[in-house]
């Protein structure tokens, strides 16, 4: 399981770097169309920089580094700051955002760091994997004791069955569409904070549909 896990890492490392090392080739033999080719290298060691990211998280999590300290927090706003950090990413790949979250202040009980790195992990991985259909849906809706939170994308979909073996931390959407890439890290980083704040996160799958994964995010304490 090691072994599989840091070969995974190892080819989302190589497999950026291999891109930015060709682009940087190409800068230094051709003068023009730099700065389209600078963005494409900002974008690519970004990746490898979130990869890292999501890895030392993990291990910290693993290891019991990580506190949670959970406050009332406006889970609404938390939606809206995480969506507009993909903007650059949606607009590039154009990739169409359906966002249907409350105007006024949702108050929840979660670590706001936390919650975002949740949301983040969600829509990076829905970008990922499901941005060959061009949408992205973001929802909040409140319930009595309950918030859900909805991120959903009409990609490829994963085989009938397989909806929750995509929280392990060696499988991912794209390993159940059977190409094996990719560690994993982000959907077990978010199912691992979901579980410390007693939330429910479930994905729901259809082949050649689309994914779609919703937390039931307790309200209070």
Partial sequence: AVRRMLAN?????????????GYLEIMRLRKECRE???EKVEAR?????ELMDRFFTLAKLEAGD???ERSRVDVGEVCRETVLDFYQILTRQEIRVEAEIPEGAVW???DREALRRILNNL?????RYGGDGGYLGVSLRE???ALFLEVADRGKGVAPGAGEQVFQRLVTLEDSRSSG??????LSIAKWIADRHHAVIEVVSFKDVGSRITIKLPRHS
């Fill in 45 to 49: 060691a970004g990746e490898v920089m």
């Fill in 9 to 21: 890492i190892s080819l989302d490392i190589r497999t950026p770097m291999t891109v930015v090392l």
């Fill in 66 to 68: 990580m506190e949670l």
């Fill in 123 to 127: 829509i990076s991985n829905a970008v």
């Fill in 181 to 186: 890439e990719g560690s994993g890290l982000g």
């Fill in 143 to 145: 319930g009595e004791d």
């Fill in 108 to 110: 929840g009980c979660c």
């Fill in 36 to 38: 389209e080719l600078l």
